[in-house]
């Protein structure tokens, strides 16, 4: 079941300027965890704006569990719906207190206060920073901050969160709790994940991948089959995996080495089992 839907969509930022999307039909299933890869000016940042309705294709139609993100009347529906989480967390803070923060969002839906307390609890627990609730938001580490960003979000009960390189600007110990989070807010609760990234290591951890290039989709499959292709990706000014690209390589000298490993140990086992083989041989 589809729960975002785009047809046919355009976008340029003003009628003078080259499209930054070009034509994209795109369908997100509920539930799926899907990663956005492309080099910069792709437009994947644009199209992550634009499949949560914060911008309108200036052709085509987006719809968001079947609702037109053009009609006005369904602005506020689909901001329910569909949350994003942003790059730099401090633009998405918006009180000093952890807990003022998150209540922010379901004061304003005008929630009874209860609800608000359970919704902030709740969110709280979910990225894992019950304890910090009293605490200041602008004492927090990067990666604190972007959880709270992310408990705003869930604050609102959405069915979808979009992550606009939500790791950028994280040191690795951040990442892998971003990272951590989006998994658990998909496998544990169901949240449709959309992220868009440039770190292979956390496109990986999807079950689908959609690659951009110049505004339109250039792949859209399987982890495993997306990086299996990898002179495409290198065409398109992507890297891919270490351990991806290391048995390429072998693969290219020679070595029948399957493609499309995209983790350590699996690339460790099947190393250990073809060398095996060779001195058996």
Do not use: W
Not at 100 to 106: L, N, S, T, Y
Not at 222 to 248: D, G, H, K
Not at 254 to 270: N, Q, S, T, W, Y
């Amino acid at each position: 079941m589809s729960f975002i839907e785009a047809r046919g969509i355009g976008f340029a930022y003003s009628p003078e300027e080259e499209k930054v999307i070009n034509g994209i039909d795109l369908k997100i299933e509920k539930g799926s965890y899907v990663a956005i890869l492309g080099h910069n000016g792709c437009g994947k940042s644009t199209l992550a704006k634009l499949l949560c309705g914060i911008l309108l294709p200036t052709e085509g139609q987006i719809l968001v569990d079947g609702l037109d993100t053009a009609d006005d009347s369904l602005a506020f529906d689909i901001r329910k719906k569909c949350g994003m989480v942003f790059q730099n967390p401090d633009n998405q803070l918006v009180a000093s207190i952890v807990e003022e923060d998150i209540a922010f969002a379901p004061e304003n839906l005008g929630l009874p206060r209860e609800e608000i307390r359970a919704r902030v609890d709740a969110a709280l627990k979910t990225v894992g920073m019950e304890e910090y609730a009293d605490h200041a938001t602008y004492k927090l580490s990067g990666g604190q901050k972007q959880r709270i960003a992310i408990a705003g979000i869930l604050a609102m009960s959405p069915e979808c969160i979009v992550f606009d390189e939500a790791t950028a600007m994280l040191d690795p110990s951040g990442r892998k709790e971003i990272v951590a989070a989006m998994k658990r807010l998909n496998k544990e609760i169901g949240i449709t994940v959309i992220t868009i990234t440039h770190y292979m290591n956390e496109a990986v951890e999807a079950d689908r991948i959609i690659v951009m290039s110049g505004g339109e989709i250039i792949g859209d499959g399987r982890p495993e089959e997306i990086f299996s292709e990898v002179e495409r990706l290198q065409s398109a000014s992507l890297a891919v995996p270490q351990v991806t690209e290391l048995l390429y390589l072998l693969e290219q000298d020679g070595h029948d080495l399957p493609r499309g490993i995209l983790h350590a140990m699996d690339a460790a086992d099947v190393l250990e089992t073809y060398i095996g083989g060779h001195k058996n041989g």
